[in-house]
């Protein structure tokens, strides 16, 4: 079992940054693959990012490729999504995930066993 909690979202304008972060407590992240999805208003949930259990192979939906950096530290327990370039298209709530360590590019939610509560990214124009 593992707890996620996001924070680092608010509001911003086009064109500036973010960083969010996921940290997990109750097992060593480092037992999971994780990762980043979002939900606009009125949206299906989509896939962001993804980080294999050691940070080696990341993955990304072609929308944030190039803006969009995820990371991890094993040792503080915590994923990070370096957002640029935001664009108000980018506005959502975004979840962090935890999966199983021999997940591969997983980009559908239901691979993913845990999330966290969200955290609101608002970007004006």
Avoid: H
């Amino acid at each position: 079992q593992v707890e996620l909690v996001e924070s680092g979202g608010g509001l911003v304008q086009a064109g500036d940054s973010l960083r969010l972060s996921c940290t997990a407590s109750g097992r060593a992240s480092s037992s999971y693959t994780m990762g980043w999805f979002r939900q606009a208003p009125e949206k299906d949930r989509e896939f962001v990012a993804y980080s294999s259990w050691n940070g080696d192979s990341t993955y990304y939906t072609d929308s944030v490729k190039g803006r969009f950096a995820i990371s991890r530290d094993n040792a503080k327990n915590t994923v990070y999504l370096q957002m640029n370039s935001l664009r108000p298209e980018d506005t959502a709530v975004y979840y962090c995930v935890a999966g199983p360590r021999w997940l591969w590019r997983a980009t559908d939610s239901s691979e993913y066993d845990y999330w966290g509560q969200g955290t609101q990214v608002t970007v004006s124009s």
